[in-house]
């Protein structure tokens, strides 16, 4: 396969999407969000037994990379999955190890 300057753009791209959501914290908020939805903060530490500036560096690093969303609530914020298929990370990985 010969590479192009927009395939070489997107495997840049598609490298710092994986690198973003490659940590044991990160991969454990995709999971909890495809599972449940979008959550709180709040709801992810507790869920995840984090402490909770842990979980909005993870959040925020994901919300940069475009693998979460956010919607306020009033004074709360509710992050989910920008895509459901991102949740498909972890069954491929499972898959292949």
Do not use: C
């Amino acid at each position: 396969m010969a590479y192009t300057t927009d395939s070489l753009q997107f495997l840049e791209r598609a490298t710092e999407t994986l690198r973003a959501a490659a940590h044991p914290i990160r991969l454990s908020i995709i999971g909890l969000l495809a599972e449940e939805g979008p959550r709180t903060v709040k709801h992810i530490h507790e869920s995840l037994d984090i402490q909770q500036p842990v979980a909005s560096h993870h959040l925020r690093i994901m919300k940069d990379k475009g693998i979460v969303d956010v919607e306020r609530d009033g004074q709360n914020s509710r992050y989910g999955l920008r895509d459901k298929r991102f949740a498909g990370l972890l069954e491929i990985m499972r898959e292949l190890i």
